[in-house]
């Protein structure tokens, strides 16, 4: 069974840093591309950022290019999202996914498997 646990959310002022981790299991880390998305209320999932274990290749969106890094740590089975210089705009639940045909990486659609999302709160 494929579980994603995404931990390290909270309450940050503008500015400020947060590392947002997924824990993994249940599947191959190296044949799955893994996304981070977010979700605002009121509006659509966004995705941030997508890693392809298998080629290491990286998707950032505007929004966050320069300010958002993702990695991966494959003997933890686990990938993060360091997020620097946050914005009140940053304010979402943040989740991580796994998709094993992902072509689109900001596309939401493509992912199999979604974790159950930790919140983030940027104050002005």
């Known amino acids: 069974e494929v579980q994603l646990v995404e931990s390290g959310g909270g309450l940050v002022q503008a500015g400020g840093s947060l590392r947002l981790s997924c824990a993994a299991s249940?599947?191959?880390?190296?044949?799955?591309?893994i996304g981070w998305f977010r979700q605002a209320p009121g509006k659509e999932r966004e995705g941030v950022s997508c890693?392809?274990?298998?080629?290491?290749?990286?998707y950032y969106s505007d929004s966050v290019y320069g300010r958002f890094t993702i990695s991966s740590d494959h003997t933890k089975n686990t990938v993060y999202l360091q997020m620097n210089s946050l914005k009140p705009d940053d304010t979402a639940v943040y989740y991580c996914?796994?998709?094993?045909?992902?072509?689109?990486?900001?596309?939401?659609?493509?992912?199999?498997?979604w974790g159950q999302g930790t919140r983030v709160t940027v104050s002005s």
């Open positions: 996914a796994v998709g094993s045909a992902v072509v689109v990486p900001q596309a939401a659609s493509e992912y199999d498997y």
């Open positions: 249940g599947f191959t880390f190296d044949d799955y591309a």
């Open positions: 890693f392809s274990v298998s080629d290491g290749t990286t």
